[in-house]
């Protein structure tokens, strides 16, 4: 099944998972310090982080509400289909972020975004053998991230591929 397409089994999760999600924004917009949560979105938010960590590996999904934008930010070059690398979990949250959006009143913002599919932000530093860091990738992105791949600036470096030259391998023969 290709990435954006819906089966049975997922209209059924996403009817599962609709009472966990709704509870958990609801826990995160009372612990948001200046208490707006997303009722004034349209005024005052433009940018909506949601970490995922799925398959024990930690990612991000990003909302530009203004630009209308739904971007998956993940430190893993992936040549491989979406469908395999994510599974469901960026169609239902995007299903039940944007279910949220209308159920407050925000139809017009909920029906920009929901038209959306997600694009895979491309960055400098994504990486091709070190799937250990993610979580340490995930937080710098959140820090870092604006909404623009193109002027995005951060000290996370290029992937290095080479051994230092200096550097020796030692097997025990006796083991």
């Known amino acids: 099944m290709k990435f954006g397409q819906v ?5 059924i999760y996403l009817i ?3 009472l966990l999600f709704d509870t958990e ?31 024990e590996h930690f990612y991000l999904i990003f909302y530009n509400i203004k630009n209308a ?19 469901d979990k960026p169609r239902i949250l995007h299903y039940h972020f944007t279910d949220y959006l209308e159920s407050k009143g925000l139809i017009n913002i909920s029906r920009r975004l929901r038209r959306l599919t997600p694009t895979f ?13 993610c979580g340490i990738f995930l937080m710098r992105h959140m ?12 000290d996370l470096n290029e992937e ?16």
């Open 25 to 55: 924004l609801k826990l995160a917009l009372e612990k948001e310090p200046t208490n707006i949560g997303l009722l004034d979105i349209q005024q005052l938010i433009n940018d909506v982080f949601f970490p995922i960590c799925a398959f």
């Open 121 to 133: 932000t491309k960055m400098t530093w994504q990486t091709t053998r070190n799937s250990i860091d």
């Open 143 to 154: 820090e870092s991230y604006m909404g623009d791949a193109r002027t995005w600036t951060t």
């Open 16 to 18: 599962e998972t609709k």
């Open 69 to 87: 934008a739904y971007e998956i930010i993940d430190n893993i070059d992936r040549e491989i289909d979406a469908q395999i690398c994510y599974g």
């Open 160 to 175: 290095q591929v080479k051994l230092s030259s200096n550097f020796f391998l030692i097997f025990p023969t006796n083991l």
């Open 7 to 11: 089966s049975n089994e997922f209209n």
